[in-house]
């Protein structure tokens, strides 16, 4: 493998950190960017301590263009993997124009930064919810952009269209397009992890929190879908496999756009969550059925085929040993 300098922003946030750390521990040399609107800068010795280097850090926004190419134009990257950007569903709804300057406008000071610095290989962190109302298992192949939910979702399929064209006008530039479904878990060792700053909106750190007692309980949104247990189905990635995931993306970059989803292939239903955590942890969950969220899909799951064949990477930790690692990031005890 090829070792490179690359570098990774939204480095310290919660899928980032893990990867830089896969990152450094495979050869590369990583420096990273953000700006610490969701993440501490504290993470940075937690890396050093499980990598053993500390990443260079530089404390920028996106939407700085200047102070952004300052970093690029000094650092003599080789790629970038883009994981910054806003990232909570409700607040983009009421939110919508900081959504789009901030992550798609972030994204095009970026794209023009690494144009001017000759850095033509970037990794960027797309979703699954791309993909729309269609049904599961979403292949690439796919087509994207209709019936997203709301204007995060819309950030992720402009900024994939954004890369296309750059890529069409530029034909050395080298992009891949990862569709991550939805990041659960820890790094084994626990000391880093996912830490939502103000009230979460995803099912894990919900369920996590009901675990430490800062919430009451966990509402199961709809026990109606056409699903086994009637409660909905998610394709739940630890973010180690995730983390590694890039690691195999890095290796195999090509001229052009390729897209490949990041999942495990399988849906998991709320309540099949519920009764993993409390087989893992040994204790009950308290929770009460409530009606569907609004802009909800029954069942979501990757076809991860592509990933696999080409980049010879497939999701190999199970839901039960991502509850173990964010119980152990979190100081709770697992069973045993
Ligand atoms: P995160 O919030 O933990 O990390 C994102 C980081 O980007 C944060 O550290 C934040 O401070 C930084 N950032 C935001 N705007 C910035 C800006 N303008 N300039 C510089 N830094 C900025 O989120 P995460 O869960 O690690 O997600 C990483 C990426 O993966 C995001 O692009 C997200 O949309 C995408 N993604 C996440 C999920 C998920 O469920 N976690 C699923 C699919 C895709
Ligand atoms: C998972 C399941 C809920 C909370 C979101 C984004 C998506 C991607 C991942 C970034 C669903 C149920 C949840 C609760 C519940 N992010 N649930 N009670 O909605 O699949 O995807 O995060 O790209 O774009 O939309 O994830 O964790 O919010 O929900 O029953 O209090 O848990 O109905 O079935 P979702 P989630």
Redesign the pocket.
């Known amino acids: 493998m090829e070792a490179m300098k690359i570098l990774v ?9 893990h990867t830089v750390v896969e990152l450094i521990q495979s050869g590369h040399e990583v420096e990273i ?7 501490d800068a504290g993470v940075l010795l937690k890396i050093a301590e499980l990598a053993g280097v500390e990443p260079k850090f530089y404390e ?4 700085d263009k200047t102070a952004l190419k300052q970093v690029m134009r000094d650092g003599g990257y080789e790629a970038v993997i ?6 909570a569903v409700a607040e983009s709804v009421e939110n919508p124009l900081t959504y789009y300057e ?2 798609v406008g ?1 994204t095009v000071n970026l794209l023009e930064a690494m144009e001017e610095f000759g850095v033509r290989k970037l990794i960027f ?5 791309v993909y729309g109302d269609q049904e599961a298992p979403f292949v690439e192949t796919m087509e994207t952009g209709r019936a997203i939910a709301n204007p ?1 979702g819309r950030t ?1 399929y402009m900024i994939e269209e954004i890369i296309k064209d750059l890529c069409k006008a530029d034909e050395g530039f080298e992009a891949t397009i990862l ?5 659960i878990g820890a790094h084994e060792s626990g000391l880093i992890g ?3 700053k103000g009230i979460p909106n ?1 099912l894990m750190p919900i369920i996590m929190k009901v675990a430490t007692g800062e919430m009451a309980e966990l509402l199961v949104c709809g026990d109606d879908y056409e699903t086994t247990d009637g409660s909905a189905e998610r394709d739940y990635i630890h973010v180690m496999d995730l983390a590694q995931g890039h690691v195999a993306a890095i290796a195999k970059m090509q001229p052009g756009v390729t897209v490949y989803n990041l999942g495990t292939g399988r849906g998991v239903s709320v309540l099949e969550m519920v009764k993993a955590f409390e087989k893992v942890s040994g204790s009950p969950l308290t929770y009460k059925i409530v009606g569907r969220r609004a802009g909800d899909l029954a069942v979501v799951y990757a076809d991860a085929s592509k990933a696999e064949r080409e980049l010879g990477w497939k999701a190999t930790r199970t839901v039960d040993e991502a509850m173990r690692d964010t119980l152990k990031f979190l100081g709770l005890s697992a069973r045993d």
């Open positions: 922003t939204g480095g310290t946030g919660y899928i980032g950190s960017l953000d700006n610490l609107y969701n993440s920028v926004d996106l939407r883009h994981f910054a950007g806003l990232k901030n992550n972030g962190s797309s979703s699954a919810t995060y992720k569709r991550y479904f939805n990041p996912e830490e939502p995803n």
